[in-house]
């Protein structure tokens, strides 16, 4: 719990309604409607949902054992989707062009699954040609 709220179903709750939140308000943050009462495996009925999260297991399963996720910019990356179990990162995607959210988040799943299958991080956003090294 952080600040009395459960980020595993605060999480769902915001991914459920991610295709719904208008564009131009992206900058507004959803509003905090799980608290340490809520329960931590089902989300909030009233909402309709554009990613169902059965197809975000692998984000469920970090979260729920202490890792976590991170969208947004790191500096110069804009567009950034890292993975981080609470030991070492797991993956580091970049948004691509016209890419949804949504499907943004399908991938980092997917990157999750791959990277605890071969013991390596997927990462987008270093090059090996670039001396140049971005880490979280």
């Known amino acids: 719990m952080l ?5 595993s179903a605060y999480l769902r709750h915001v991914l459920q309604g991610i295709g719904e939140h208008p564009i131009n308000r992206i900058e507004t ?3 905090v409607a799980h608290r340490s009462k809520a329960p931590r ?8 949902g554009s990613v169902p999260t059965d ?3 692998h984000i469920a399963a970090m979260l729920d054992s202490g ?3 991170m969208l947004g910019t790191i500096k ?3 567009g950034a989707a890292v993975a981080y179990d609470g030991h070492k990162t797991l993956a580091m995607l970049q948004r ?3 890419e949804a959210v949504a499907d943004l988040l399908l991938r980092l799943d997917a990157a999750i699954a791959t990277a605890k ?3 390596k991080r997927v990462d987008e956003i270093n090059k090996p040609s670039s001396d140049v090294r971005h880490e979280l």
Do not use: F
């Open 3 to 7: 600040n009395h709220i459960d980020p």
């Open 29 to 31: 943050p959803a509003a």
């Open 41 to 48: 495996t089902s989300a909030p009925s009233s909402l309709a």
């Open 55 to 57: 197809q975000l297991r």
């Open 67 to 69: 890792g976590h996720i």
């Open 76 to 78: 110069p990356v804009a």
């Open 96 to 98: 691509r062009p016209s």
């Open 117 to 119: 299958s071969n013991g």
